[in-house]
T-cell receptor
């Protein structure tokens, strides 16, 4: 079963625009991570936010976490064609499940020049 | 620093056969996790190995098994292949079971097709 649910399922934007995608999850977490995947290949780790953090930045990426609403958002600013990919959120649980990442179904982002 | 290497990249097997997939973890990483990703879905956790022992398992039957070697490389074995086993199999390595908050390094995956 999927822990995270991304929204929207697909997003089409033009270069230079911002892309925002959301993730909701069901159970308590240790941290939440965002990954990018190009064309069904390997996943690339983008950013990790711990449960006691509310916002984190990395380059053009901004991630927020609201543990009271069990939700997170990923913002990509000034998007580029190279940002075209699927984006997944993944949660790491607490206690004995913290080594297991639970992924959502992903948001497919297409950035057109 | 080397990344995670998986082999083979593509594989076609017949239903009922057995398959072994291999993964070399990133230098310095002692934990390996395996994930199955069906087309259009997010990855599903199969199991994790830490210091050569299975440390957590997802909802997969016993015909999915694994090994981790002293050099922290790993194998995923699947017996009695079924058509639904067709998927991208991803290996991820990390330092420690919970990745110490630094995320996981994934390989490029093995695309398994069962016919």
């Amino acid at each position: 079963s999927q822990q995270g649910e991304e929204d929207p399922q697909a997003l089409s934007i033009q270069e230079g625009e911002n892309a925002t995608m959301n993730c909701s999850y069901k159970t308590s977490i240790n941290n939440l991570q965002w990954y990018r995947q190009n064309s069904g290949r390997g996943l690339v780790h983008l950013i990790l936010i711990r449960s006691n953090e509310r916002e984190k930045h990395s380059g053009r990426l901004r991630v927020t976490l609201d543990t009271s609403k069990k939700s997170s958002s990923l913002l990509i600013t000034a998007s580029r064609a190279a940002d075209t990919a699927s984006y997944f959120c993944a949660t790491a649980g607490t206690t004995d499940s913290w080594g297991k990442l639970q992924f959502g179904a992903g948001t497919q982002v297409v950035v057109t020049p | 620093e080397t990344g995670v290497t998986q082999s083979p990249t593509h594989l076609i097997k017949t239903r009922g056969q057995q398959v072994t997939l291999r993964c070399s973890s990133q230098s310095g990483h002692n934990t390996v996790s395996w994930y199955q990703q069906a087309l259009g879905q997010g990855p599903q956790f199969i199991f994790q190995y830490y210091r050569e022992e299975e440390n957590g398992r997802g909802n997969f039957p016993p015909r999915f098994s694994g090994l981790q070697f002293p050099n922290y490389s790993s194998e995923l074995n699947v017996n009695a292949l079924e058509l639904d086993d067709s998927a991208l199999y991803l290996c991820a390595s990390s330092l420690g079971q919970g990745a110490y908050g630094y995320g996981y390094t994934f390989g490029s995956g093995t695309r398994l097709t069962v016919v």
